[in-house]
């Protein structure tokens, strides 16, 4: 993030994330250690740098990590968003999109700034939300596996307060990539209802990993 090639990047808080802190939590509490160079060593680092780009950098042009024409990234099935939808309402009200009632959402996207969404989440997780690859499906073209993202909820979440416990949630992605390992499409299925009520009250052990990983309501 601080080399040459990321000289001219934009970044949506004017200089590259600090991932010292999450990176720490990460090594201490993965449940997967793979293999350096193995294809699953290989899909997670691309996971965690696509990620990483989709929230920390402003303009489309400067993500490295996805094809340069004809990306989109959808959620649950829902409409396939391209680049400059994403960097236009940020990463995370991208992943947290919805189809729900608004008087049912307990964090509602649609009203949301990119910068409200980040410090949301920013504040919520102030170690930050690791996120690991559990299990690879089957390789490229079509990536497809099973990831595992979690951190700890000591700041509140908008009018909850912080419970300090330990946030997990199970999905399942497949990313569409190019010769060269770059993501043309990414297609996210998780159960965002129980993410959410999460920050409601503390989780209960193994709740947010039983059951499918797609959202039955959106």
């Not at 160079?37 to 490295?64: F, I």
């Not at 039983?210 to 309501?217: F, I, K, N, Q």
Request: glycine residues 8%; proline residues 7%.
């Amino acid at each position: 993030m601080h080399g040459d090639g990321e000289k001219s990047t934009v970044w949506r808080l004017g200089a590259p994330p600090n991932y010292d802190v999450v990176n720490k939590l990460f090594e201490e509490e993965r449940t997967k250690e793979w293999p350096e160079g193995s294809l699953e060593e290989k899909v997670q680092r691309l996971l965690k740098t696509w990620e990483m780009e989709m929230v920390h950098k402003v303009r489309p042009e400067d993500q490295k990590s996805v094809h340069s024409q004809g990306f989109s990234a959808s959620t649950n099935g829902m409409k396939p968003l391209t680049r400059n939808e994403i960097s236009a309402i940020g990463g995370y009200n991208a992943f947290l999109a919805t189809t729900l009632p608004p008087v049912h959402r307990i964090y509602d996207p649609e009203k949301e700034t990119v910068e409200s969404g980040m410090s949301t989440f920013l504040t919520a997780f102030p170690r930050g939300f690791a996120i690991e690859v559990l299990d690879v499906y089957c390789g490229p073209p079509r990536i497809a596996f099973k990831f595992r993202h979690w951190g700890y909820m000591e700041g509140p979440f908008k009018d909850h307060p912080p419970h300090g416990q330990r946030v997990d949630f199970f999905g399942v992605c497949i990313f569409h990539v190019d010769e060269e390992s770059k993501v043309e499409k990414a297609e996210y299925f998780y159960n965002r209802g129980n993410f959410l009520a999460s920050f409601l009250s503390a989780p209960a052990a193994a709740a947010s990993a039983s059951g499918c990983p797609v959202m039955r309501a959106n």
